[in-house]
């Protein structure tokens, strides 16, 4: 399986990114697809999950102002991050579940200040 991401970059407070990634190679039953970030310094956290029923789970700090959807066709997940802070400078990694965990290469998300 191979995750590859898309739609980081630098962006004002305030603003706006849409991150992508897309899933392909020998997936078979994807259950959760999902983001997590990494600041320098801090561990690995969980952003937003979503599972093949449509269940989602977002860190309490992105509540409100990120979302995340899926196309399954695609198996592609998405992560709508509106109202960006400095706080959430991280480098994004994609994160796909289907009794094996992968991972993305992570995509740099610069929110200044």
């Known amino acids: 399986v191979q995750l590859q991401a898309s739609g980081g970059g630098l962006v004002q407070t305030g603003g706006s990114l849409r991150l992508s990634c897309a899933a392909s190679?020998?997936?078979?039953?994807?259950?959760?697809m999902g983001w997590y970030r990494q600041a320098p310094g801090k561990q690995r956290e969980l952003v937003a999950t979503?599972?093949?029923?449509?269940?989602?789970n977002y860190a309490d700090s992105v509540k409100d102002r990120f979302t995340i959807s899926r196309d399954n066709a695609k198996n592609t997940v998405y992560l709508q991050m509106n109202s960006l802070e400095p706080e959430d400078t991280a480098v994004y990694y994609c994160?796909?579940?289907?009794?094996?965990?992968?991972w993305g290469q992570g995509t740099q998300v610069t929110v200044s200040s």
């Open positions: 979503l599972n093949t029923g449509g269940s989602t």
């Open positions: 994160y796909l579940f289907n009794g094996r965990v992968y």
């Open positions: 190679g020998s997936i078979y039953r994807i259950n959760i």
